[in-house]
């Protein structure tokens, strides 16, 4: 089946320390997202990369990177310099044109302890 | 710099009545794209619609209607009698373009939770 997936589901940390999540999609996209929502808020763009090998930062980019090696994963770093990582991180991507509408994948709930 | 309202942060109604969920945006752009997502409890966003800035007709998909206003800046979004399963929070979104003619990321509202009751 096409979709996007992201692991782990939940994923608890110790302040202090980097963790990765992972984003993958088989449906072929060129572009890739990561946003990041707080409760009761709004989703927040946090880094975008539209083909292989480039990435934007986003509104709220501080404290996270990112890498696209390859057209389907793009995974998030969280820094220890993020200061409030504690969060639920969506995964989207959208096809040739950045226009088109972005699908988002279930969604990593990070915590840190 | 965009802008997104969803004025009604929790709207609770009984099932089988209708409701209607504001939207209004800020922008100086002329070309743009409008969206709506449902996040439903377990928090995946699942797409409802996506309107260009130059197609002002309504739509309506099944029980699911929006309006579009671009005098007004809104964007509003109609569920005809309601269902215990459209209980989710719901969020619109505005795409902006660049002049160049991209775009990145999308701009969201704080969404509305919407409940309906049995």
């Known amino acids: 089946d096409g979709g996007i997936t992201q692991s782990p589901k939940y994923l608890f940390r110790k302040e202090g320390q980097n963790v990765t999540l992972s984003c993958e999609q088989n449906?072929?996209?060129?572009?890739m997202y990561w946003y990041r929502q707080d409760p009761g808020q709004g989703l927040r763009l946090i880094y975008y990369?539209?083909?292989?090998?480039?990435?934007q930062k986003g509104d709220i980019a501080e404290g996270y990177s990112v890498s696209r090696e390859k057209k389907e994963s793009f995974p998030l770093t969280v820094t220890s310099a993020q200061k409030n990582p504690t969060a639920f991180y969506l995964c989207?991507?959208?096809?040739?044109?950045?226009?088109?509408?972005?699908?988002f994948g279930p969604g990593t709930r990070l915590t840190v302890l | 710099a965009q802008k997104v309202t969803q004025a009604q942060t929790e709207i609770s109604v009984v099932e089988k009545e209708d409701v209607t969920l504001d939207c209004v945006y800020e922008?100086?752009?002329?070309?743009?794209?409008l969206f709506w997502y449902k996040q439903p409890p377990s928090g995946e966003l699942v797409f409802l619609i996506r309107?260009?800035?130059?197609?002002?007709q309504n739509e309506i998909s099944g029980r699911y209607s929006w309006n579009f206003q671009k005098s007004t800046s809104s964007f509003n979004f109609t569920i005809t009698a309601s269902q215990v399963v459209d209980s989710a929070v719901y969020f619109c979104?505005?795409?902006?373009?660049?002049?160049?003619?991209?775009?990145?990321?999308?701009?969201f509202g704080k969404g509305t939770h919407l409940i309906i009751q049995p």
């Open positions: 979104a505005p795409l902006l373009m660049y002049s160049g003619g991209g775009a990145d990321g999308l701009t």
């Open positions: 309107r260009n800035s130059f197609d002002e």
């Open positions: 989207a991507s959208t096809g040739t044109a950045s226009t088109d509408t972005q699908y």
């Open positions: 922008t100086r752009d002329t070309t743009y794209y």
């Open positions: 449906l072929n996209h060129d572009a």
């Open positions: 990369s539209q083909i292989v090998n480039d990435f």
